[in-house]
């Protein structure tokens, strides 16, 4: 196995026949030349890890977590519970949940903060929007971003960070060129340091993964629509295993 990681989300799909039916695809699996991880709704949490197994080499992570550990925060959960389910990693600041339900950088770092607590590894989300790069700011808005999800975390602390520019997220995405991943890749290794694991996320799929996963800097890939199938998610990470491997 390769130390390069290749995850999905699921985002908001999949209820629990699904979601058994994905994590039995990834139990058939034997020899990885990846690193894998897979990401399915709160909900389906459990079900995954019972379906993978205690031993399983496929890292399961949840898609996000409060930052407090308990109270009265209705709808919410917190990372104990997430951790309880199954996950051993932590999605934080996803540019969907930065805008649709006020992750701020403040709160991401809290997030952090809350999934280092409870030994889970950070998946900390970063990207800029369209008109950010258009202005010509994208490197210095990621750093930003980078710099205070990781305020107060000691460097030896490993942590991976998703580049997933905005833009390029979803069906009206479009993926980035290789160039510009490779410069934010850069920008994004001087502002966590050497800790720091640097996955490429947006548009990602069967036919464009080889170019991103050859980009310098970049140590994974983290996939969406075109990885929600798990034999989709599998031709990927062969395609990606035989060329780096
Ligand atoms: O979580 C994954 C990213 O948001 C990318 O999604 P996408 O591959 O569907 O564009």
Known sequence: MTEFWVGTSWKMTKTLG????????LRARRDWPVRPFVIPP??????????????????????NAHWEDAGAWTGEVSVPQVADAGATMLEIGHSERREHFAETDERVNLKVHAALRHGL????????????????????FVADQV??????????????????????IGAAGRPAQPEAVAEIAATVAAAAGARATVLYGGS???????????????GGLFVGRAAWQVSDYLSIVDRVGERLG
């Not at 699904?18 to 695809?25: I, K, L, S």
């Not at 710099?147 to 390029?168: C, F, K, S, T």
């Open 18 to 25: 699904p979601a058994r039916e994905f994590a039995r695809g």
């Open 42 to 63: 709160a909900t389906a949490l459990a079900t995954v890890a019972a379906e993978l197994g205690p031993d399983s080499p496929v890292r399961l992570g949840a898609q």
């Open 121 to 140: 590894l950070p998946l900390i989300c970063v990207g800029e929007s369209a008109e950010v790069r258009r202005a010509g700011g994208a490197a210095e």
């Open 147 to 168: 710099r205070m999800a990781l305020a107060g975390v000691p460097d030896a602390v490993p942590a991976l960070i998703a580049y997933e520019p905005i833009w390029a």
């Open 204 to 218: 990602v799929d069967l036919g464009n993964a080889v170019d991103l996963a050859l980009v310098p800097g970049i």
